[in-house]
T-cell receptor
Framework: AQTVTQSQPEMSVQEAETVTLSCTYD???????LFWYKQPPSRQMILVIR??????QNATENRFSVNFQKAAKSFSLKISDSQLGDTAMYFC????????????FGKGTKLSVKP | AAGVIQSPRHLIKEKRETATLKCYPI?????VYWYQQGPGQDPQFLIS???????DKGSIPDRFSAQQFSDYHSELNMSSLELGDSALYFC????????????FGQGTRLTVV
């Protein structure tokens, strides 16, 4: 069975600083996708970044980047130049096969960005 | 750009009543997914449909059923509601073919009293 583990229930960071959220997963699959979703107080689920397991290059989206370590089954999210609007719950998620909507989520990390 | 539309946004029902949640996917998306997110919990996958056929099944209770219609919208029917069914219900849609991620709707908040 696939599992996703986020070991940091809560984190805080000062505005403009950098923060890294951790995620590990367990799977026997070889072809899969990993995601970070952001859920602000509005409860909308917003895709932050996506990584295909077959790609060795780490994904980057503006201030968001990942450190994907396939052998270690680790998928951390780095947020640079943190902004107040980054305050949200962040979920790491996994899926395999062709369908990218059948997601297994971690328990989430609540990130607070302080002014 | 058009997004996933869910209705209603909020719903209050009494125990043992029935509720129907609706989801309208992004135009041309052929796959719909339903999730349940309890208070303080991560979203749990319930069920998905591709081209009007059930494609995958997760932790959906037997009291719940769902279907996808010819216009690709989907409905989640929930019967004999229990207090524990109070949650945020998300619908997401994607294109089954091609390398595309799923896009989430804003959710329906169901409160069972």
């Amino acid at each position: 069975a696939q599992t996703v583990t986020q070991s940091q229930p809560e984190m805080s960071v000062q505005e403009a600083e950098t923060v890294t959220l951790s995620c590990t997963y367990d799977t026997s699959e070889n072809n899969y996708y990993l995601f970070w979703y952001k859920q602000p107080p509005s409860r909308q689920m917003i895709l932050v970044i996506r990584q295909e397991a077959y790609k060795q290059q780490n994904a980057t989206e503006n201030r968001f980047s990942v450190n994907f370590q396939k052998a270690a089954k680790s998928f951390s999210l780095k947020i640079s130049d943190s902004q107040l609007g980054d305050t949200a719950m962040y979920f790491c998620a996994f899926t395999f096969g062709g369908s990218q909507g059948n997601l297994i989520f971690g328990k989430g990390t609540k990130l607070s960005v302080k002014p | 750009a058009a997004g996933v539309i869910q209705s209603p946004r909020h719903l209050i029902k009494e125990k043992r009543e029935t509720a129907t949640l609706k989801c309208y996917p992004i135009p041309r998306h052929d796959t719909v997914y339903w999730y349940q997110q309890g208070p303080g919990q991560d979203p749990q996958f319930l069920i998905s449909f591709y081209e009007k056929m059930q494609s995958d099944k997760g932790s959906i209770p037997d009291r719940f059923s769902a279907q996808q219609f010819s216009d690709y919208h989907s409905e989640l029917n929930m019967s004999s509601l229990e207090l524990g069914d109070s949650a945020l219900y998300f619908c997401a849609s994607s294109l089954e073919s091609g390398d595309t991620e799923a896009f989430f709707g804003q959710g329906t908040r169901l409160t069972v009293v």
